[in-house]
């Protein structure tokens, strides 16, 4: 695969929507295309914007509640766009806020609803808990199968590449209706609501998730395989030069120590 591929990455509400660092995620994809020669470039897209329907990976990142409020109005002006981008198979990742604003609605704690995209069939509910720490979750079966098709390190062969390790922080609420699949099972930690053990959502090749971290870093298999997607979708095939993650996945390593050893 040489140079000539290209990705655009779209990043949704940059200057509004990424409170818990989200954009080390976005860093992430743009040096892994890069150290396989595949070019990829960042576009920006926030209020009074025009929506960018050509992109190949769209990332929306966490944000504030009253944040939220704002974003979420603009967002419906770009709404056909949006669900046309997600039914045509476009890679969305969306972590935290940014998932939130993609299910029905978002009730608030003050009981505002904030009106969301329905690209994920759910809803989130404010609380008055707070969801925090680290975060581990076994993958929903049919990513696990893709991803182990998709992913080839060079760093070994026995990585844990069945599940993602992220931090939590949200206090809404979020529950899936029948039909939506989950992105995966919580082991440790809350996940979208702390009762059913569900986190995140899938609908086709969107991805919503509570996984800060940020996610990618630590997750280098679930980073290609978003990669991987967008390149297949555009080209039609993406055989990935296999990397080496040594000090991904130690990072990642690390931390499922740290939730193991945690009561």
Not at 97 to 118: P, V, W
Not at 201 to 206: C, E, G
Request: hydrophobic share 35%.
């Amino acid at each position: 695969m040489a140079g000539t591929m290209k990705l655009t990455i779209c990043h949704l509400y940059p200057d509004l929507m990424d409170t818990y660092g989200d954009w080390g995620n976005i860093q992430t994809l743009i040096k892994r295309c890069q150290w396989r020669n595949i070019d990829a470039r960042v576009v920006d897209t926030s209020l009074g914007e025009r929506l960018k329907n050509d992109c190949d990976i769209y990332f929306f990142g966490g944000g504030q509640d009253k944040t939220q409020e704002i974003v979420s109005v603009d967002l419906l002006k770009n709404k056909k766009g949006l669900l046309k981008i997600a039914n045509d198979d476009a890679v969305i990742l969306a972590i935290c806020g940014g998932f939130q604003l993609l299910l029905n609605y978002f009730k608030t704690i003050e009981g505002k609803t904030l009106q969301g995209l329905g690209i994920f069939k759910g809803y989130t509910q404010g609380s008055q808990a707070r969801m925090i720490g680290n975060l581990q979750i076994e993958l929903n079966p049919i990513l696990k199968n893709q991803i182990s098709n998709i992913y080839k390190p060079v760093t070994s062969n026995k990585l844990p590449v069945t599940n993602l390790i992220g931090y939590e922080n949200h206090s809404g609420k979020t529950y899936l209706e029948n039909g939506c699949k989950p992105l995966g099972k919580v082991l440790k930690g809350n996940g979208n609501n702390g009762e059913d053990k569900t986190e995140g959502a899938i609908y086709k090749n969107a991805i919503g998730c509570y996984l800060h971290g940020s996610l990618l870093p630590k997750n280098p298999h679930f980073a290609d395989y978003l990669i991987a997607k967008a390149l297949v979708k555009k080209y039609g095939k993406a055989d990935l030069i296999p990397l080496d993650d040594t000090l991904e996945w130690q990072a990642h390593q690390t931390t499922a120590k740290r939730i193991r050893s945690t009561p």
